[in-house]
């Protein structure tokens, strides 16, 4: 009979990225199994263009107050008869997922109490998310856990945006409700004009209004600077990412796709979130990777950043 298994990841990009090396350590341990994922809407193509899944479920996050919903979402849960959950929220709501379904539980990793392979406690909590995840799995049987994998997502290159070699990505934007976590624009600006003056194009990334004003004040710095604010998905970020000299960004998203990608990076980090936790990591050994915290971004002058800038260039 076939083995029946739940993989829950819900969000956000970042931590979706991280997640790639356990999900695809879970199809390589369960090769003939089912393997459905429980995800939400801004995931699901993502998700089938790993391969690893049989199915994606995007219903993942209903809201409690929407009865109808989460009743719907747990009978799905029940119907599945999975043997297996790997559950890589690991969130209070996944947990209550896991009540929900007594008395029929099934083979539960994750940090609910009562769950066949609990994983839980402050040791975790102080872990960064990929060794905890990579922790969490051992418990459960399953050894061999890589790096984030992103081979699969691929999209457009630099000749379809119009650019040549050599040229740096940059990500001065980041979730709209956590200013604290954006280097100011001008300061990109003026790392843009420093990268121009190395015969280095820069290329904005970013999606919005919001991240377009940025995209603005930055190409108005450094002319010869190249916005692509609305311009790529995913998949081009990572094939970008691919052939660029460097990429320079805040926390966000793209630049978890761009170090998963393997191209070398700096990244900033505020207050607002704690790289020992959650900072991208090299994916191989000679990936050169800078992570630089200020408390308040406003307070990171450009000449440190363009000091890290250099010294991977020099490597």
């Not at 199994?33 to 993502?46: D, F, R, S």
């Not at 929407?66 to 559950?87: E, I, K, Q, T």
């Not at 209004?209 to 604010?229: F, K, M, N, Q, Y």
Request: proline share 7%.
């Amino acid at each position: 009979m076939t083995e029946r298994i739940l993989v829950i990841k819900l969000s956000a990009l970042g931590d979706f990225i991280q997640a790639t090396g356990p999900m695809k350590a879970i199809r390589v341990a369960h090769p003939e199994a089912h393997i459905t994922l429980l995800t939400t809407g801004p995931y699901v193509t993502m998700a089938r263009a790993t391969g690893w899944f049989d199915a994606v479920w995007s219903d993942g996050r209903p809201d409690w107050s929407d009865l109808p919903a989460v009743l719907r979402l747990m009978g799905r849960l029940r119907g599945g008869r999975f043997d297996r959950v790997y559950d890589l929220q690991t969130q209070a709501r996944t947990s209550r997922y896991f009540q929900l379904l007594w008395p029929r539980r099934p083979l539960w990793s994750g940090n609910a109490p009562g769950a066949a392979f609990r994983y839980a406690g402050e040791a975790r909590d102080r872990l960064h998310i990929q060794d905890s995840q990579r922790e969490q799995l051992r418990i459960a049987g399953l050894a061999d856990v890589g790096p984030p994998d992103i081979g699969w997502l691929t999209g457009e290159g630099a000749s379809a945006f119009g650019l040549t070699a050599p040229y740096a990505l940059l990500a001065p934007g980041g979730a709209p409700h956590r200013p604290a976590k954006r280097w100011p624009a001008a300061r990109f600006g003026a790392l843009a004009a420093d990268l121009r003056g190395q015969g280095i194009t820069p290329a904005v990334l970013g999606h919005g209004e919001d991240e377009r004003a940025l995209a603005d004040t930055i190409v108005a710095a450094a002319p010869g600077a190249v916005s692509l604010v609305g311009r790529t998905k995913l998949g081009d970020i990572a094939q970008l990412a691919r052939g660029a000299e460097l990429a320079v960004g805040n926390d966000t998203g793209p630049m978890h796709v761009a170090v998963a990608a393997g191209c070398p990076a700096v990244v900033l980090f505020s207050r607002d979130s704690n790289p020992d936790l959650s900072a991208p990591r090299p994916i191989r050994d000679d990936q050169p990777l800078t992570i630089l915290r200020e408390l308040d971004l406003a307070d990171l002058e450009t000449e440190r950043v363009w000091a890290a800038v250099s010294a991977i260039r020099s490597r």
